[in-house]
């Protein structure tokens, strides 16, 4: 990533531009990256925790979770930064939060001690791949800004674990999923999906905005290293 190619030129959040009227570029900084090894922590990252959360939420819902980490961190890199960045690996961190409230939610049927040890091995996953990430040119406001709302929308819609149909306790098994491995799965449907994502994306926007202000009116916002 130059100052002069192509992805910072037409996809990068730069705020100027985005006053200006390319609002794309609060979607497209999620699909870019400041080198190649930015996007194999990216897809490193992605392969080896993105499907489980695919199949617990949906292929719908993951993506939905996705843009929405996307989106909102791209948000909070506007109010909180005026440098042109990209944020390829932004999004992961709202599949990590998500993670956590669909664990937390369902930690009686999966357990304590398996739902504590999920959560904890997520959010060192988290700090791991945010760890690496501060080597590289990226914006880790973007990173922040993604855990919010995934960890709402997770809240919202995250599927609920019930005891399997033949009575049997869903945190004994751990071998069978397909469906099966917990219990029975009571999956939202698209339209609370969709009032999720509006949801969150709207109250993502709301406190972000609200932050900045404070911040800004305090005088904190030049003094943060991020």
Known sequence: MGTS??????????????????????????????????????SWALLFFGPQVERVFGPLAFCMIYF????????????????????????LFALFSAWVAYLWLNREALGEKSAEFGIKATTLMGILVLGL???????????????????LFGSFAAPSLQVGADGSDPGTSNEQYEGQQYGVFDSPSVLSLT??????????????????????NTNLLDEMPL
């Open 133 to 151: 990430s501060c080597l590289l040119p990226t914006d880790e406001w973007i990173h922040v800004g993604a855990i919010l709302p995934g960890f």
């Open 195 to 216: 009032t999720a994502f509006v949801l969150s994306t709207g109250l993502c926007f709301t406190i972000y905005n609200i932050l900045a202000t404070t911040l800004e």
């Open 68 to 91: 929405l980490g996307g989106l909102c961190g791209n948000i909070c890199s506007f109010y909180f930064t005026s440098a042109a960045t990209v944020g390829g690996t932004g999004p």
């Open 5 to 42: 190619t192509l992805p910072l030129l037409y996809g990068a959040k730069v705020n100027e531009l985005l006053l200006n009227g390319e609002w794309w570029r609060l979607v497209t900084p999620m699909f870019l990256h400041s080198g190649f090894f930015h996007i194999a922590l990216s």
